[in-house]
């Protein structure tokens, strides 16, 4: 198989499912899809079912849970307090963002959450 990205497909964790079901070792599974046997090692660990057999969906969920946390968090989530607070400066109050910006900074200087710039009210 031709190895377009760094991520497995659905294609492959079948191809894995197969081969380990069939007996074959880590290593020639790797051979067969271009793949380090470490990969193959750590996507059977990810898709292990309580009963030690691997399933392909789970090492798939296991790994779109991962990608999910990895993001970066934004700052202004509507119905957070700073939202809200950006949100009435902004529209009844009618401060610019730079305004509003330093007035959150000032309000809570030791918390770094609350504090957002000018450029992410934009």
């Given at each position: ?27 020639s ?44 968090q ?18 009844y ?30």
């Open positions: 198989m031709d190895r377009r990205s760094k991520h497995l497909s659905s294609e492959e964790r079948g191809v894995i499912f197969a081969e380990h079901n069939r007996g074959s070792s880590q290593r599974i790797g051979g067969l899809l271009g793949r380090p046997a470490s990969t193959i090692c750590r996507e059977l660990a990810r898709g292990r079912q309580e009963d030690g057999r691997y399933c392909p969906q789970g090492g798939r969920l296991v790994y779109g849970v991962r990608r999910e946390r990895c993001r970066r934004r700052k202004l989530t509507q119905g957070s307090a700073a939202y809200r607070f950006v949100h009435d400066h902004l529209i109050h009618r401060w610019s963002p730079e305004q509003i910006a330093h007035k959150l900074r000032l309000m809570k200087p030791d918390n770094p959450i609350a504090r957002v710039s000018h450029e992410t009210i934009y």
